[in-house]
């Protein structure tokens, strides 16, 4: 029997939890992933279980909405497009909703490609993590106007709570809004990761737990990534259980790169993610040449390996 109109497709960090919020409001949706003990989980808790896209797609009634939070690339291109892919599953009037980080142009293609055969695609940035996924997401969404209008119930279902939905612009201008977003969350990061560095290495025994909750109090620097600093302290005052590496997807690469198309300088955000770069790189070799060079111009140390 077809009771639903919504489908869910992703099913790990913040797909599963949005299903698991979507479902604590009493709205019946239908699921599927690849890794099928994902599935399984969430039927436990009332989702209809799929094993495949044409079960899912056949599970619903139309017109469907259908919410993917798939890796950018080449997993959605398989979805959408692959054998058995959605644009082969659906019918004219249904709504695809990429709710994952992928390149704008890759959306504004891709809705052309689908509106050939009737079927709208909405890209929706989504902003919140597991936390927003949980509690209401932040959606920045591009598309059709009438294709949000349609969809609206369903994206404000999932954005309900702390988060927010709003229509940003037409296709592409969701995910490139995410991208802007992500390339601000990158200065931000590492602005708040430099201060706390140069705190840890003060001439002070400075309690940085007790610091980031007093920054949460009224401070120009409060808010939620400051909250988040407080909870990580809490855990490991000296952090000493993780590495510096950073890891990160492509959105700051691809702001950095529409940035300098459009001649915005992005100083700050350019410099944060040659920091993030560095981070997963250990003993460089243009660390050697820069200290070579230091040793053969003022006989500078150089710090020998061992071993």
């Known amino acids: 029997m077809r009771d639903s109109s919504y ?3 992703g099913l790990g960090k913040m797909g599963g939890l949005a299903v698991e919020n979507i479902l604590s409001k009493g709205i019946k949706v239908a699921v599927f992933d690849v890794f099928q003990e994902q599935v399984d ?3 436990k808790l009332g989702a209809k279980g799929c094993r495949t896209l044409k079960e899912l797609v056949d599970s619903l009634e139309s017109p469907r909405v259908i919410w993917l939070m798939v890796p950018a690339g080449d997993p959605i291109e398989e979805v959408l497009f692959g054998e058995n892919g959605l ?5 004219p009037g249904d709504i695809i909703i990429d709710g994952g980080n992928s390149f ?9 490609r689908l509106a050939l055969l009737g079927i709208n695609y909405l890209d929706s940035g989504s902003s919140g993590g597991t936390e927003g996924a949980k509690t209401g997401l932040c959606l920045m969404v591009g598309g059709d106007q009438e294709a949000f209008a349609q969809a609206k119930p369903f994206l404000q279902a999932l954005s309900e709570g702390q988060g927010a939905c709003t ?33 840890d290495a003060a001439p002070y025994d400075l309690n940085l737990e007790e610091i980031a909750h007093l920054w949460t109090k009224g401070s120009i620097v409060s808010g939620y990534l400051m909250e988040l600093a407080e909870r990580a302290f809490a855990k490991d005052t000296e952090l000493s259980q993780i590495m510096g590496e950073v890891g990160g997807g492509s959105t700051g690469s691809w702001a950095i790169e529409e ?13 944060s993610y040659a920091a993030r770069l560095r981070s997963r790189q250990n003993d460089t070799f243009s660390g050697k040449v820069v200290s070579a060079l230091r040793n053969e111009f003022g006989g500078h140390a150089v710090v020998k390996r061992q071993g």
Request: proline share 3%.
């Open 104 to 112: 704008y142009q890759d959306s504004v293609r891709r809705s052309k």
């Open 167 to 199: 229509h940003v612009g037409p296709s592409g201008a969701g995910h490139y809004t995410k991208m802007v977003h992500n390339a601000i969350e990158y200065g931000m990061l590492q602005a708040i990761g430099e201060g706390f560095e140069l705190l």
């Open 259 to 271: 940035a300098w198309k459009v001649g915005v300088p992005f100083e700050a955000i350019a410099l």
């Open 7 to 9: 489908g869910m497709i």
């Open 41 to 43: 989980e969430l039927s």
């Open 87 to 91: 644009s082969q599953l659906l019918s």
